[in-house]
């Protein structure tokens, strides 16, 4: 991450998560709630993400993508007919976690459709880097395949080995 990175993102609020009966320790206690910073390592370390939507009828829908941390939002791609892109369309609302369940990050948010050449470099950029691929940012055709950034609007993460000292719930503001 560049300094340039570090200073667009956004800082959100950190507290503990209402979590009744399972023992959790006030904010100052065990390893104390968990910085951003902690987050954002393991979204650009996370090969895939769990990205949860929900069908046009409310059945939740599940499915693995590749993401990018873009400094504000987790971008994927999908191609437009995709059920992840008709449920998207229907309600965007979704949540995104990280692959393991050891040191997870959740995060709730709205997703939003790219369609800027910039910021479809930028994701291409990322996408490239991260997996060792050689797309082009013609790959992405907005009639072909959607980029979509997903803005947290509350996250959420836990450090493994201290269940009840470590979990955080991170706010942002709008």
Not at 47 to 62: E, I, M, Q, S, Y
Not at 110 to 135: G, H, M, W
Request: glycine share 6%; proline share 9%.
């Amino acid at each position: 991450m560049s300094a340039s990175d570090a200073q667009s993102e956004p800082e959100p609020t950190a507290e503990r998560p209402y979590m009744p009966g399972y023992g959790i320790q006030g904010p100052n206690e065990g390893s104390g709630l968990l910085p951003w910073s902690w987050a954002v390592e393991r979204m650009r370390a996370a090969r895939n993400f769990w990205l949860c939507t929900v069908r046009p009828d409310g059945r939740p829908h599940a499915m693995p993508v590749w993401g990018a941390w873009s400094g504000e939002a987790l971008m994927f791609s999908s191609a437009v007919p995709s059920r992840k892109m008709v449920n998207l369309r229907a309600n965007p609302d979704v949540v995104v976690t990280t692959e393991a369940a050891e040191n997870p990050v959740v995060i709730e948010g709205r997703a939003e459709v790219v369609t800027e050449p910039r910021a479809l470099q930028r994701f291409i950029d990322l996408v490239n880097s991260k997996y060792a691929t050689r797309y082009r940012v013609d790959f992405l055709d907005p009639e072909v395949n959607a980029t979509v950034a997903v803005r947290p609007q509350r996250a959420f993460g836990l450090r493994q080995g201290d269940f009840t000292g470590s979990p955080t719930r991170w706010r942002f503001t709008a």
